[in-house]
Nanobody
């Protein structure tokens, strides 16, 4: 198993920014790491995916240009920088991971990931 630890959630006014972080305990193997979110009454929504072995990250259309996923000075740690936040961004944000041998196997799809964090709450007010 790969344990995931999330941090950085909180409350912010519309137009503000937040930075989420996800640390995976396994630093010896390559991982696909992704960010998802789920608002009350909504389906879980994929946001972004990055491969710890390198490659171009993938984004859902809904967050392109506003959210950025990156590795944070550790091969198995991923951040999500969220800018220009809107009230519709209010949700629980989840980090996910799966062991992988190639970047092109990574995808922004829930059924691909095996390991999940507990989630961190993001609230955007008007």
């Amino acid at each position: 198993a790969v344990a995931l630890e999330e941090s950085g959630g909180g409350s912010v006014q519309a137009g503000g920014s937040l930075r989420l972080s996800c640390a995976a305990e396994d630093t010896d193997t390559r991982l696909c790491m992704g960010w998802f979110r789920q608002a009350p009454g909504k389906e879980r929504e994929g946001l972004a995916v990055i491969y710890t072995g390198g490659g171009v990250p993938l984004y859902a259309d809904a967050v392109k240009g506003r959210f950025t996923i990156a590795l944070d000075n550790a091969e198995n740690t991923a951040s999500l920088q969220m800018n220009s936040l809107k009230p519709d961004d209010t949700a629980i944000y989840y980090c996910a991971a799966i062991k992988s041998t190639a970047a092109d196997l990574c995808a922004v799809r829930e059924d691909y990931f095996l390991y999940w964090g507990q989630g961190t709450q993001v609230a955007v007010s008007s």
